[in-house]
């Protein structure tokens, strides 16, 4: 036990998994995507809307909050290379996302909503700086594209386990006549979030820090001139540079399309929340294979080729639902293309990055890569004020105008994406 305390990250030359840890690591996963299904992509636009009537202030929230994330989470990235506590600042991250989402069940008012939601969701960004930064701790370098793309498919399998519950939950709490029926679902969800998030905490190594490793008030008195002096020299490396602006604008499309399932099939399609709920337990579903089969693609082939394919998935996918009125051509399109091109993208680009980092950089890096996550608030943005805008006489309009203002930012990111130079052809 000490000695894998010691030295937990595998050998470069060991291609073996370690599947215990791996597993335990890839679960966290499953648990922080059933916040992001239950909260994020169902519940919340729809509920401040019960409350205020439209959309923006929920798009704007998400934005502000994300926006936040990313300015902190660069910072997480070398407080995780510098102290080896990854792990810690990922539990107390997680609890306090938990509490704050809790709360929005007690919350009697849309300005309390969006505040707690938005120190949830501020919470929930952040932690992924140091939870992506175990991933080598748990894989080899050759092997991560595979452990990564369980992680995603186990995301999916989250929303297919938390999904029917949060059906039975705010389908019982609707026979009470409430004026609000999802109210219960964001403390469902962050009860299931903490404890499908145990296995990580308790069976994951910490990551080894570089000595001398610094106390916490040192760290931070560092961490702040560092990430400085990495962004002024991040255009001197032209790949990692190139990679990191065009994942931010391949994620500001998934993270806008993700806010905006709900409203958008609700508005335009006119599904019923019962139905749109269903409709997210196929698809992660779909996804989880997707998601296991794009890490296994990434490994074969290679990370760019596998993330550009993942994007014109998408791209297809969001055309085809932008302008569909059948409910059968808009759910093939997102099962099918959609699923591929949601959960191959987050796989792909984590291997994408580590390719492309030195190993002891790698919190670091992947702050970087986080804040791509975090700051991609364009489209959320311009999907909330668009939903809003009656196009032609029609709020339906603005909806699809919505959503295929992402095509734009997807394509521009692939672009540079495939600009990109990898040392060998595995990456």
């Known amino acids: 036990m000490c000695c894998n305390r010691m030295n937990p990250q595998p050998p470069q030359d060991d291609d073996r998994i370690r599947w215990p840890r791996a597993l335990s ?11 992001s299904a239950i909260v994020v992509s169902l519940a919340i636009a729809l509920h401040v809307k019960e409350f205020t009537g439209v959309e923006k202030y929920t798009f704007l929230v998400t934005a502000v909050s ?26 107390v991250l997680t609890v306090a996302c938990c509490a704050s989402c809790a709360a929005i069940s007690a919350a009697p008012w849309a300005w ?53 519950i949060a059906m039975l939950v705010s389908g019982a709490y609707a026979k009470t ?33 570089r000595p001398p490793v610094p106390t916490l008030r040192q760290s931070l008195g560092t961490a702040w001139h560092r990430t400085l002096a990495t962004l002024r020299a991040l255009p001197h490396h032209r790949d990692v540079f190139l990679f990191l602006i065009g994942n931010f604008l391949c994620v500001d499309a998934l993270n806008a399309t993700i806010l905006g399932y ?17 409709w997210l337990i196929p698809f992660a579903l779909c996804a989880l294979g997707w998601g296991v089969l794009g890490g296994r693609l990434t490994d074969r082939f290679g990370s760019r080729p596998v993330l550009i394919g993942a994007g014109v998935s998408f791209m297809l996918a969001t055309l085809i ?33 580590l390719s492309l980092v030195p190993p002891g950089q790698v ?15 364009i489209g959320t943005v311009l999907f909330g004020v668009l939903a809003d805008v009656p196009i032609r006489g029609s709020i339906v309009n603005g909806y699809r105008a919505a959503l295929l203002v992402q095509l734009f930012s997807m394509a521009l990111g692939l672009c ?3 600009k990109v130079k990898l040392r060998d052809a595995t990456g």
């Open 112 to 164: 309390l909503i969006l505040a707690f939601y938005f120190v949830a969701n501020f919470c929930y960004n952040t932690c992924f700086g140091f939870y992506d930064s175990l991933l080598p701790v748990v894989a080899p370098q050759r092997r991560t594209g595979l452990v990564s793309g369980i992680g995603v498919g186990l995301g999916y399998a989250g929303v297919a386990f938390a999904v029917p």
């Open 321 to 353: 639902c932008g302008v569909a009125s059948s409910r059968w051509a808009f759910f093939a399109a997102f099962l099918v293309l959609g699923g591929f091109g949601l959960a191959t993208v987050w796989v792909a680009g984590r291997k994408m990055l």
């Open 416 to 418: 540079l994406i495939w």
């Open 363 to 377: 919190g670091k890096y992947f702050g970087l890569y986080n804040v791509g996550h975090k700051l991609s608030m």
């Open 177 to 209: 006549h409430a004026a609000h029926p999802l109210t219960p679902v964001f403390a469902l969800a962050s009860l299931l979030f903490l404890l499908t998030s145990l296995p990580t905490f308790l069976l994951v190594p910490e990551r080894t820090a």
């Open 262 to 278: 709900a409203p958008y099939v609700h508005n335009v399609l006119g599904m019923e929340i019962e139905a749109v709920m269903f």
């Open 25 to 35: 690591w890839a679960f966290y996963d499953f648990a922080n995507t059933i916040y």
């Open 66 to 91: 994300m926006g936040l994330s990313g300015a902190v989470v660069p910072l997480a990235g070398e407080i995780a290379d510098r102290t080896g506590r990854s792990k810690r600042w990922l539990l």
